[in-house]
T-cell receptor, first 113, second 110 residues
Framework: NAGVTQTPKFRILKIGQSMTLQCTQDMNHNYMYWYRQDPGMGLKLIYY???????DKGEVPNGYNVSRSTTEDFPLRLELAAPSQTSVYFC????????????FGQGTRLTVV | QKEVEQNSGPLSVPEGAIASLNCTYS??????FFWYRQYSGKSPELIMFIYSNGDKEDGRFTAQLNKASQYVSLLIRDSQPSDSATYLCAVTGANSKLTFGKGITLSVRP
């Protein structure tokens, strides 16, 4: 059982480039989340999804887009990368938001130069 | 006011002591409360969750919830050097958002 898989693990982008962070879970979880974590800070919610076809903004959605066409996949798109988007990105999922553990991917360390 | 707030750290305790970690939240409709541990360079992992007012114990860990005061805490008894990590408080609101605090770094001195 792979759990939550994120790719890539590391990436360096130039300012203005675009990229997609991939997230896949094989646990048939309804809820999926994207967070960013800056040094010494907690997790800030970027976007989340309560099921296929449904997404909603979190605390820091500007500069990002998401889609949820299947239960398994929840990619995060960065358009026009900026240095402020340098961070570690975590994808997470859980069966139900209110009473189950959220499982995290291993993270993607992104640097924008 | 931030949705989930944790008292500023870092927190340093000697081995064998009790570490007390605190968290407050702003949404009175919040339903579930979690404590995650994160080692440096790693992903967060769940250590405790609590839904009802009162205490919940699991080994050396005790979570305490007071919904009237919008307060949740984590006590770690007999702290060990392996407990040294960042502890993140997380809350699920009525809108199903899972929101984290900024975390507090605990250091257990041998």
């Amino acid at each position: 059982n792979a759990g939550v898989t994120q790719t890539p693990k590391f990436r360096i982008l130039k300012i203005g480039q675009s990229m997609t962070l991939q997230c896949t879970q094989d646990m048939n979880h309804n809820y999926m989340y994207w967070y960013r974590q800056d040094p010494g800070m907690g997790l800030k919610l970027i976007y989340y999804s309560v099921g296929a076809g449904i997404t909603d903004k979190g605390e820091v959605p500007n500069g990002y887009n998401v889609s949820r066409s299947t239960t398994e996949d929840f990619p995060l798109r960065l358009e026009l990368a900026a240095p402020s988007q340098t961070s570690v990105y975590f994808c997470a999922s859980n069966k139900q938001a209110w009473d189950t553990e959220a499982f995290f991917g291993q993270g993607t360390r992104l640097t924008v130069v | 006011q931030k949705e989930v707030e944790q008292n500023s750290g870092p927190l340093s305790v000697p081995e064998g002591a009790i570490a007390s970690l605190n968290c407050t939240y702003s949404d009175r409709g919040s339903q579930s409360f979690f404590w995650y541990r994160q080692y440096s360079g790693k992903s967060p992992e769940l250590i405790m969750f609590i839904y009802s007012n009162g205490d919940k114990e699991d080994g050396r860990f005790t979570a305490q919830l007071n919904k009237a005061s919008q307060y949740v805490s984590l006590l770690i008894r007999d702290s060990q050097p392996s407990d040294s990590a960042t502890y993140l408080c997380a809350v699920t609101g009525a809108n199903s958002k899972l929101t984290f605090g900024k975390g507090i770094t605990l250091s257990v001195r041998p």
